[in-house]
């Protein structure tokens, strides 16, 4: 492992942004789920194959993502005026 690929989670929050350049912090986090899976694998074997064909399926960033924080009504009334917004997330 590379020096570059150690890392912990101090300083880790929620940001928004509309465009993708200007990040907004939203409020801290507790935790954050599972960012980066690996890809799941289609079958794609025929009956003339000598062993079994496998490529990559698209990619699913899993649905809706959990980011428990600790209940603070101003940020609970700022997230609330995000909901069904199509904007640009990260931690």
Known sequence: MTQEQLHNTYMTYLMVSE???TWK???DI?????????PKTLDATTLSA???VYIEDIQDP????EFPTNY????FEELAQYKGKLLYWAV
């Open 19 to 21: 465009d993708g350049t």
């Open 25 to 27: 912090k939203l409020c």
């Open 30 to 38: 507790k935790e954050y789920p599972d960012l980066g899976s690996a």
């Open 50 to 52: 000598p062993m079994h």
């Open 62 to 65: 899993g649905g809706v993502m």
């Open 72 to 75: 603070r009504w101003s940020e």
